[in-house]
Each structure stands twice: as C-alpha cells, then as structure tokens.
Nanobody, 127 residues
Framework: QVQLVESGGGLVQAGGSLRLSCVASGRTSNKDAMAWFRQAPGKEREFVAGVSWSGTIFDYADSVKDRFAISGDNAKNTVYLQMNSLKPDDTAVYFC????????????????????WGQGTQVTVSS
C-alpha cells in the first residue's frame, strides 16, 4: 500500500501562484506513474497533470497547459505541482495519485488507473 500526503494548498488571488507537494511512502514502486487530479464542488474529478514512471513523459489538461508544471524528486519520493497564473476556475480540491503502469512512456489521464490517492488539499482562487 502506498500512502500519499499532499500539502501546499491555500487561498490565493487570481494571477497568483502556489506549489503543491505530494510525499509518497509505503510500498512505492519505480513503475508508478504520478498524477494530480482536482475536483470542484458539484463536478467530477478531472485530470490535471501527470508524469510517467520513466520521468520523461508529461501530460497536462488543456485548461492548465502553459500555467502548471509537474515535477518530481525521486530522492525525496515527492512530486510537485507548480501552479502559476491561477484563475478562479482552478478552485478545487487537488488530489495526488499514483498507479502502476506497464509502459514507461504512458501517462494515464483516467482516475480508475490510479490505485493510491492522497486526502486532497484545497486550493481557492479569489477574483
């Protein structure tokens, strides 16, 4: 079992920045892809950004491209989500997820393919 703990959420004005962190512990695997999802009130959970387990393939939702960046520090078992130029529409609970992937060149955007989830961290962007 993999435990994921997110941090870094908060309240920020539109145009501001936040960096989310996700620390993994437990039975981590070097074939776990990592991703960030978010869920706004009354909406379904949606993919935000992900990185393949090879660390070379990145994918982003169209709504966050050129504003968000996912990165990782293997030595710290930590993945980050740098969020810039935040908009009120980015307000949501952000979840870190990990899941075994057969291919080192794939980033799944489907929540069902991730089997470990953090508790979530609230991001609120005021206008």
């Amino acid at each position: 079992q993999v435990q994921l703990v997110e941090s870094g959420g908060g309240l920020v004005q539109a145009g501001g920045s936040l960096r989310l962190s996700c620390v993994a512990s437990g039975r981590t695997s070097n074939k776990d892809a990592m991703a960030w999802f978010r869920q706004a009130p009354g909406k379904e959970r949606e993919f935000v950004a992900g990185v393949s387990w090879s660390g070379t393939i990145f994918d982003y939702a169209d709504s966050v491209k050129d504003r968000f960046a996912i990165s990782g520090d293997n030595a710290k078992n930590t993945v980050y989500l740098q969020m810039n130029s935040l908009k009120p529409d980015d307000t949501a609970v952000y979840f870190c997820a990990s899941g075994w992937q057969r291919s080192p060149w794939v980033v799944s955007t489907t929540a069902a393919e991730y089997d470990s989830w953090g508790q979530g961290t609230q991001v609120t962007v005021s206008s």
